[in-house]
């Protein structure tokens, strides 16, 4: 069984932002801006995308 997985991009920096988000960023693995990381689609990582919302671009693979 294939995992679903979700394609995320920062196209915002973390520059001024809160902690808790700039945190959420980090723990999805993502360290610069326009840099673009493939996470698996669980509830955990629904949750980080969605506090930085703003921040982040994200498609379904």
């Known amino acids: ?3 679903k997985k979700i ?3 920062l196209v915002k920096s973390l520059n ?3 902690k808790k988000h700039q945190a959420c960023v ?8 326009h840099q ?3 996470v698996l689609d669980t509830p955990e990582n629904r949750g980080m995308i ?3 919302y703003y921040m982040l ?3 379904s693979i």
């Open 57 to 59: 671009e994200w498609e």
């Open 16 to 18: 001024g932002r809160s």
């Open 7 to 9: 394609k995320v991009r």
């Open 26 to 33: 980090r723990g999805l693995g993502i360290r610069r801006i």
């Open 1 to 3: 069984m294939a995992d």
């Open 50 to 52: 969605n506090r930085a």
């Open 36 to 38: 673009s990381v493939e």
